[in-house]
């Protein structure tokens, strides 16, 4: 059973950092492009960043271009997002999902979420 | 980036009922438009890619339809458990890739 497990949210200082992790099992990590999407509080959804099975490519939204940085470690199993200069607009939930194939973003399992909050 | 409309924001509607929700793309994206469903406190669930294939394990009720500009997800006959939130996304221009702000379909 595919599983994708997000950790390292909580309440954050704007200006501050934040790394989140996904841990996955169930299937070869290391053969899937993975991606964090993020859900502000009663919003709708909003994709982050994404990276390649090889971490060949990587890929940001404008939103968070030159703050969050995305990386993987095959041999974990495991997905990371790096947050730094936080603001309160990055409040959401975060989310860790799976690419169904090759070079689309097209998101066929998703973690449960991890909440980030960015407050004084 | 690809801006995805849907229409309406939210409606209710009776278990039974067929409905039909609308999702608009501001420029042409061939069929690389997927559906996601959405409960409350839970992560979204990939229904329909491509326009019209259903994911595995997805009932047959769900029926996604259209091309290039203006595409459409019908439920045939609403069960209880469909009552959610649901999300279109354009997967054509990936850099972003952009979701509609979400149709909410309640208990009438």
């Known amino acids: 059973e595919v599983q994708l497990v997000e950790s390292g949210g909580g309440l954050v200082k704007p200006g501050g950092s934040l790394r989140l992790s996904c841990a996955a099992s169930g299937f070869t990590f290391s053969s899937y492009s993975m991606n964090w999407v993020r859900q502000a509080p009663g919003k709708g959804l909003e994709w982050v960043s994404s990276i390649s099975s090889s971490s060949s490519y990587i890929y940001y939204a404008d939103s968070v271009k030159g703050r969050f940085t995305i990386s993987r470690d095959n041999a974990k199993n495991s997905l990371y997002l790096q947050m730094n200069s936080l603001r309160a607009e990055d409040t959401a939930v975060y989310y860790c999902a799976r690419d169904k194939s090759s070079g689309e973003p097209l998101f066929d399992y998703w973690g449960q979420g991890t909440l980030v909050t960015v407050s004084s | 980036a690809i801006r995805m409309t849907q229409s309406p924001s939210s409606f209710s509607a009776s278990t039974g009922d067929r409905v039909t929700i609308t999702c608009r793309a501001s420029q042409g994206i061939s069929s690389y438009l997927a559906w996601y469903q959405q409960k409350p406190g839970k992560a979204p669930k990939l229904l329909i890619y491509?326009?019209?294939t259903l994911q595995s394990g997805v009932p047959s009720r769900f029926s996604g339809s259209g091309s290039g500009t203006d595409f459409t997800l019908t439920i045939s006959c609403l069960q209880s458990e469909d009552f959610a939130t649901y999300y279109c996304?354009?997967?054509?221009?990936?850099?972003?890739?952009?979701f509609g702000q979400g149709t909410k379909v309640e208990i009438k």
């Open positions: 996304q354009q997967y054509y221009s990936y850099l972003p890739t952009t």
């Open positions: 491509a326009a019209s």
